[in-house]
């Protein structure tokens, strides 16, 4: 008999193979990221069509057969319809989910990752909030989750808990005065007092408070671009979805 498996995923992928069949990776909580064959996915009256679609969340049903899991049956949790129907929001909510795989493994216990990253999708298909904003917080959250967090607390050189004109040290993942960093100003990330404090809530409070605050305008921008680089320098890799997403948005 074989062994049948019944969890909760979000696809972070979706590659289309011979005929109708997709092969998905799926993030779960208990067992990470798991390779799914979903058979027949393509076909128009399949029944496992819409939970094999990327970032579907559903129930699924899996059997294991020589070290396959394959998509025997799925219930839908969330489609994220909003997101969907906006070619810029999915490329966005793609980066999330490559960003995603690229920190998981499979086997790995994923629980707060795969929290994490329906909490992001949930506030980008419902919540009125700036999508740079939820995009910065998702890549801090989910890099500090991953073993990366930086320490934003105090200046790394002198101590100082309110540093002057703070900066990110994206490589070191630390924060520091503009007059502690002297003329070692190469790839720090200028920040203010509230894109700092922004990265101190992002990093410290509950997850569903997660998002609870607001920025705009430069604070905002530096917010996000130090996230956005903290990450790339971090995970020393680029994401083809990121791109993509910047192509949009340039337009
Ligand atoms: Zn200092």
Redesign the pocket.
């Known amino acids: 008999m074989p062994d049948k498996l019944v969890t909760k995923g979000i696809v972070l992928r979706e590659t289309q193979t011979k005929e109708a069949d997709k092969i998905l990776t799926v993030l779960t909580a208990e067992q990470g990221r798991l390779s799914v064959v979903a058979r027949g996915a393509r076909r128009k009256n399949s029944r496992i069509a819409a939970a094999s679609e990327l970032l579907a969340y559903s129930e699924l049903v899996l059997y294991e057969r020589h070290g396959w899991f394959l998509l025997d049956e799925a219930s839908t949790l969330e489609l994220w319809e909003n997101v969907r129907r906006d070619v810029v929001l999915l490329s966005l909510a793609s980066y999330f989910a490559e960003m995603t795989e690229a920190v998981t493994g499979e086997g790995e216990d994923a629980t707060e990752t795969l929290a994490l990253l329906l909490n992001a999708l949930y506030a980008l298909d419902r919540l009125d909030k700036p999508e740079e904003l939820v995009k910065a917080a998702f890549e801090l959250r989910l890099l500090a989750l991953s073993g990366y967090e930086p320490l934003v607390s105090?200046?790394?050189?002198?101590?100082?808990t309110a540093?002057?004109a703070p900066m990110l040290d994206p490589q070191q993942g630390v924060v520091?005065?503009?007059?502690?960093?002297g003329a070692a100003m190469w790839g720090l990330l200028p920040l203010d007092a509230g894109s700092l404090a922004a990265m101190r809530h992002v990093l410290g409070s509950e997850r569903k408070r997660m998002l609870s605050f607001a920025l705009n305008g430069e604070t905002l921008s530096r917010f996000s671009r130090a996230c956005e680089t903290f990450a790339r320098v971090q995970l020393e890799r680029d994401f083809r979805t990121l791109d993509f997403y910047k192509s949009l948005r340039a337009e």
């Open positions: 105090r200046c790394a050189v002198c101590g100082a540093p002057k520091l005065c503009r007059e502690c960093a």
